[in-house]
C-alpha cells in the first residue's frame, strides 16, 4: 500500500472518529505529506448568531388549502382574531384537474325539482386558546368580489352581509370529529332555500359555463366566529363543499351537485399586542433580541418572525483552504411558552431577507428560498423536535458558499413552511407561535494549520 494510501486511510479513521464521538472535540491535527503540512479538523459553536424579531410586510394568507376563524388571547402575543374568506367555485373532475359545467345529467333533463342545499365544514385539526368553550361560526355572503390576479394578505377583508345565512355552535368534540373527508362527520349547515333556489337556477345556464361567469354570479362565504370565542381554529377549505340537492319528477331518490371553494380563499389575522414585548413593533422593523430580554419571537400568520444575521464570518473568511464538513443552524424554542395547545410551529424555512427587512426574490421574482444542500441533497427545512425541543437545520453548504464568498447575506428569516417533493411554500394557514431562547450555529470544519 502506497504511504498516500495509508495517510488517507488514517485520516479516514480519525474523521469519523471525530464525528461519532460522544463529546464535541476542539480540534485533530492530522499530518499530510502529500499536501506539504497539517490539515485541522475544529469544531466551534462561536460563529455569533446576532437574532431580532422582525414585522415583516404583505403576509399572503391566499392561495392556502387551509384558514383561521374565531378569536383568543395569548399570554405572549396578545390578542389574536381570525375571519375566513372563500369563493364559491364550479364542480370538480380530479381525473382532468378542471372546473366542470354546472349541468344536471342528460338523464334527468327537464325532470328535476329543487330539493335543499346544505354546506359542509371541514377541520384541519389546528386549535389555539380555551377549547373548552364552545364556538358559534356564522356563514354570511360576500357582497364583494374577489380580484383573480391579487394575493390576499392578513391585512385583507371583503365586504360581506352582516346577517348571517347560516349560524351553528360546535364544541371542540364536533370540531375534532369533522376533521375526516367523511361527509357525515363534517359540521353542516343547511342555508335558505332562497340561496338554495339561486343556485338551482344557473345549472344550465350561461353563468354556470365557466368559472369566471359562475364566481361573479354568486361570489362567495365569509367565515366568521362570534367575538367572544376564546379559541382560534382551522378550516381545511379545500375539503370543504356545498351539496345542492334536487330529485326528479319520476322518483323519491335525492341527488345532489357538490360545488367547491377550489378558487380564491384566505384569512384575515387581526392582533393586539398592547400590553406584550412586542407592543411597539411597526412593519419592517426589527427589534434586537437584547430588547427583548434575549428572546425573539414568531408567529403564523401575522407576520412576526426572527431574523438572523452572521457578524463574525470575517474570522473562518479570512482562511482561504478552510472547508465546512458539517454546519447545523439549532433554534431552541423556550418551553415555558409551550404550554396547553400552544404547540409550536411544525416546520420552518429559511428566506434571505434585505437590509430593509423585505422578503428577497430572485430574478424569476419568486422567494428566495436558502433551498438546497447541495452535498447531502436535502432541502433546508427544519421541523420541530419534541423530543430535543429545536429546529434543526442542515447549514453545511450555504455556509461554505458564504464562507468562499461564492454568495453574500443581509440576514435570514424563518417562515412558516410547507415541503413538497420539488419546491418549498410559506404555509400561513395558522396562527402557531414560538418564543426562542437559543440560536447556535455549530461548525465542523478543516483547514490547514
Given at each position: 500500500m502506497s504511504l498516500n494510501n495509508i495517510w488517507r486511510n488514517l485520516a479516514l479513521v480519525l474523521f469519523s472518529a471525530f464525528f461519532f464521538s460522544c463529546q464535541d472535540p476542539i480540534g485533530i491535527a492530522l499530518d499530510t505529506p502529500s499536501t506539504g503540512g497539517q490539515i485541522v479538523t475544529v469544531f466551534t459553536d462561536t460563529v455569533k448568531v446576532a437574532s431580532s424579531t422582525v414585522m415583516l410586510d404583505s403576509t399572503v394568507t391566499s392561495g392556502?388549502?387551509?384558514?383561521?376563524?374565531?378569536?383568543?388571547?395569548?399570554?405572549?402575543?396578545?390578542?389574536?382574531?381570525?375571519?375566513?374568506?372563500?369563493?364559491?367555485?364550479?364542480?370538480?373532475l380530479a381525473s382532468s384537474e378542471a372546473f366542470a359545467i354546472l349541468k344536471f345529467p342528460a338523464a334527468d333533463s327537464g325532470l328535476t325539482v329543487y330539493d335543499s342545499v346544505y354546506v359542509y365544514l371541514a377541520n384541519d385539526s389546528f386549535v389555539y386558546g380555551d377549547s373548552t368553550k364552545p364556538i358559534t361560526v356564522s356563514v354570511h355572503r360576500l357582497t364583494e368580489d374577489f380580484v383573480s390576479a391579487q394575493n390576499y394578505t392578513k391585512d385583507d377583508a371583503l365586504a360581506y352581509n352582516p346577517t348571517p345565512i347560516a349560524s351553528k355552535e360546535f364544541s371542540f368534540k364536533d370540531l375534532k370529529r369533522a376533521y375526516s373527508t367523511a361527509q357525515d362527520s363534517l359540521l353542516r349547515y343547511k342555508l335558505p332555500d332562497s340561496f338554495g333556489q339561486e343556485l338551482y337556477d344557473l345549472v344550465g345556464k350561461d353563468a354556470g359555463t365557466s368559472i369566471d361567469k359562475f364566481t361573479s354570479a354568486v361570489k362567495g362565504f365569509a367565515f366568521v366566529a362570534n367575538q367572544d370565542a376564546g379559541a382560534i381554529y382551522g378550516l381545511s377549505i379545500s375539503n370543504s363543499f356545498i351539496q345542492l340537492y334536487y330529485h326528479t319528477t319520476n322518483s323519491t331518490d335525492r341527488k345532489s351537485i357538490p360545488l367547491t371553494f377550489l378558487a380564491k380563499r384566505f384569512s384575515q389575522i387581526k392582533t393586539n399586542r398592547t400590553g406584550t414585548a412586542l407592543q411597539n413593533i411597526k412593519s419592517l422593523q426589527a427589534i434586537p433580541s437584547n430588547l427583548t430580554n434575549n428572546k425573539t419571537y414568531m408567529q403564523t400568520g401575522s407576520g412576526v418572525s426572527t431574523k438572523m444575521i452572521f457578524p463574525t464570518l470575517a474570522a473562518l473568511q479570512k482562511n482561504k483552504d478552510i472547508t465546512i464538513n458539517k454546519a447545523e443552524l439549532v433554534i431552541e424554542p423556550d418551553l415555558d411558552q409551550i404550554t396547553g395547545n400552544f404547540r409550536p410551529p411544525a416546520q420552518f424555512?429559511?428566506?434571505?431577507?434585505?437590509?430593509?427587512?423585505?422578503?428577497?426574490?430572485?430574478?424569476?421574482?419568486?422567494?428566495?428560498?436558502?433551498?438546497?444542500?447541495?452535498?447531502?441533497?436535502?432541502?433546508?427545512?427544519?421541523?420541530?423536535s419534541s423530543?430535543?425541543?429545536n429546529y434543526t437545520f442542515n447549514f453545511t453548504s450555504y455556509l461554505q458558499d458564504l464562507i468562499s464568498k461564492k454568495q453574500t447575506s443581509d440576514g435570514l428569516v424563518l417562515v412558516p413552511s410547507v415541503l413538497t417533493t420539488t419546491t418549498i411554500g410559506i404555509n400561513n394557514t395558522n396562527v402557531s407561535r414560538a418564543v426562542f431562547k437559543s440560536i447556535k450555529l455549530n461548525v465542523y470544519y478543516s483547514a490547514k494549520k
Open positions: 392556502q388549502s387551509s384558514g383561521v376563524i374565531g378569536s383568543y388571547k395569548d399570554p405572549v402575543f396578545g390578542t389574536v382574531s381570525a375571519k375566513a374568506f372563500a369563493q364559491i367555485t364550479l364542480p370538480y424555512a429559511l428566506v434571505q431577507i434585505g437590509t430593509d427587512n423585505r422578503l428577497k426574490k430572485t430574478s424569476s421574482n419568486v422567494i428566495d428560498y436558502v433551498a438546497l444542500d447541495a452535498i447531502s441533497g436535502t432541502q433546508y427545512v427544519a421541523a420541530y423530543t430535543n425541543n
